[in-house]
């Protein structure tokens, strides 16, 4: 008899068990196997955990805020900063979903609205990095800066990250508070000056073109003459006081300017001797000149470098006495530079002293500065120049009462183009009478100057006043007009622009403001020359010969 269907399902799953039973003897884990496995787990566990808390501790010592999310902007992770600075407690971020988050977070915001859209604008778009700066309404400033995190490449959440800035950000107001401060008193130091230049200058206008013209009258009885110069010197003197004023505030501000051309250094010398020939006279000084320099043609501004000419002579005569002895020469060195010494037998300088003189204001003891007078000025002027023009200044002194020796090294040109001008103290001589209108509500310089031009063959009419003289513009024709720049009501500058409309005239802008911008700003209003007040008559004289060339 054949086994039925059910007996042959029974030895079916008897012969799989016997299978199973088989199987599982074969892989049996011995109770070893199962505690060494338990142990690598909790060991791992606890490794891992570890890893976590030094994470999490690392997190809480940053003095940045941190919280990490899901792309959906749940809260995954996050220090005790970002708690404090959101004003939640570590609960509340645990159980808080995104939403929810923005929400509080976003009332704590100026503009509430605005920071939920960035966010949500930020997790739609997700950018690898964002950074911006945000503000509370309670006037804290929060610099924000998140970066997305990746798996596999692909974006799983962010790490966001809050620096509260708010001192940072204050102090840099106040900064630039300070910066816009100093800033306007410096202005209004510069403003000040030039007040003070001008109110200083304009005085000394009609002593020195006096002077001037009344030094070279020929009829004028020696006695007399010797009188004259000696105003002239001394209103010469202050004048170059308060240049020297206005020089040190361009130094300081950085606004001295030069002007470069092919110059002569022998002839800058000579013009300098010739303004300090006077006192080296009065003192009965034995003083020689050997220029002896081939090379003697510099690119410089002609102007400023005799300055450092004038400066270091007028020094020499002024600390030397009596029956002393000065030197200047003029050499090429083996660098072919052009070389200026002057020595002196003065009250020479200490060794201590020798490198603060360049210093401004310094003249070392008090004592001397009464003695001697003067600012203390020239040498920190001259330095400053010759840096503009990359030139060098050294002194060499044995020590006091000891003389001492001022050597200027600049690089001289090969073979120069020069031209021929009118050179620093040239006159060009008047071709023709002019007609000028002079205006100037000073009246001693009115009276003055307009005395000495008519002396010299011109004819002038005379106004106090950019009114004045406007009406005087609709009924006669000039040649050019002389004006102080500082007239009441209208200024100099808005007179030249109305009378160039009016016909063709030559301006010549006469003012106590003479700082570089003035220059430019008497140029661009319509002025074809500046003269700086005090000015002496030959530098007018040069200016019309020039209109009448």
């Not at 996050?78 to 929810?100: C, P, S």
Request: overall charge neutral; charged content about 30%.
């Amino acid at each position: 008899m054949k086994p039925s269907k059910a007996t042959k399902r029974r030895s079916s799953a008897k012969k799989k068990d016997r299978q199973s039973i088989d199987a599982g003897s074969n892989n049996h884990v011995s109770d070893s196997e199962l505690l060494q496995a338990k142990e690598a787990l909790e060991r791992k566990t606890a490794e891992l955990a570890l890893s976590l808390s030094m994470m999490q501790a690392t997190l809480d010592s940053t003095t940045d805020a941190i919280v990490v999310t899901d792309m959906s902007g749940n809260v995954r992770n996050f220090n005790e900063k970002y708690a404090q600075i959101m004003g939640v407690t570590r609960e509340e971020l645990k159980r808080a979903d995104a939403h929810r988050l923005r929400i509080k977070f976003s009332q704590r915001f100026k503009d509430p609205e605005g920071f939920v859209s960035r966010v949500m604008e930020i997790y739609r778009n997700a950018p690898p990095e964002t950074f911006e700066v945000m503000e509370w309404k309670d006037g804290t400033i929060l610099e924000r800066y998140s970066q997305i995190q990746l798996l596999d490449n692909k974006p799983v959440g962010r790490v966001w990250s809050f620096r509260d800035i708010t001192e940072r950000k204050r102090a840099e107001e106040n900064l630039e508070a300070a910066k816009v401060a100093a800033e306007q008193a410096n202005q209004a130091k510069d403003d000040f000056l030039a007040s003070l230049s001008h109110e200083l200058r304009t005085p000394l206008m009609p002593a020195m073109i006096a002077a001037s013209y009344l030094s070279e009258n020929e009829k004028l009885a020696p006695e007399f003459r010797e009188d004259v110069m000696a105003i002239f010197r001394n209103v010469q003197l202050e004048a170059q006081l308060i240049d020297d004023l206005l020089d040190v505030t361009r130094i300081t501000r950085g606004k001295i300017e030069v002007h470069h051309e092919v110059v002569d250094v022998h002839g800058l010398l000579e013009n300098a001797v010739q303004i300090v020939k006077g006192d080296i006279t009065k003192k009965a000084i034995d003083f020689g000149v050997a220029l002896t320099a081939s090379r003697h043609h510099i690119w410089a501004d002609p102007v400023r470098i005799q300055q450092v000419f004038w400066n270091l002579m007028n020094n020499a005569v002024k600390f030397t006495p009596k029956s002393g002895r000065i030197r200047v020469r003029s050499y090429n060195n083996e660098e072919s530079q052009f070389v200026f010494e002057i020595s002196d037998t003065g009250i020479g300088i200490e060794p201590e002293r020798q490198g603060s003189i360049f210093e401004p204001f310094h003249q070392g003891e008090r004592s001397i500065t009464r003695r001697f007078g003067g600012l203390g000025l020239g040498l920190t002027i001259s330095k400053t120049l010759l840096d503009l023009h990359g030139g060098t200044i050294v002194v060499e002194s044995a020590g006091r009462d000891q003389g001492a020796t001022f050597r200027v090294c600049l690089d001289s040109l090969n073979d120069p183009i020069v031209t021929q001008g009118k050179g620093m103290n040239g006159v060009v001589a008047n071709a023709k009478r002019l007609r000028l209108l002079l205006v100037d509500d000073h009246g001693d310089t009115r009276r003055v100057l307009s005395r000495l031009l008519l002396r010299s063959g011109h004819e002038v009419i005379t106004a106090d006043s950019a009114r004045s003289a406007l009406e005087i513009l609709e009924g006669q024709q000039f040649d050019a007009l002389i004006s102080d720049i500082g007239l009441p009501e209208i200024s100099g500058y808005e007179l030249i622009r109305q009378a160039k409309r009016r016909q063709p005239l030559r301006g010549i802008a006469l003012s106590g403001l003479g700082m570089d911008d003035d220059v430019r700003r008497s140029i661009e209003a319509g002025f074809d020359h500046h003269l700086t007040k005090p000015i002496n008559f030959q530098e007018l004289q040069t200016v019309l010969g020039e209109i009448c060339a």
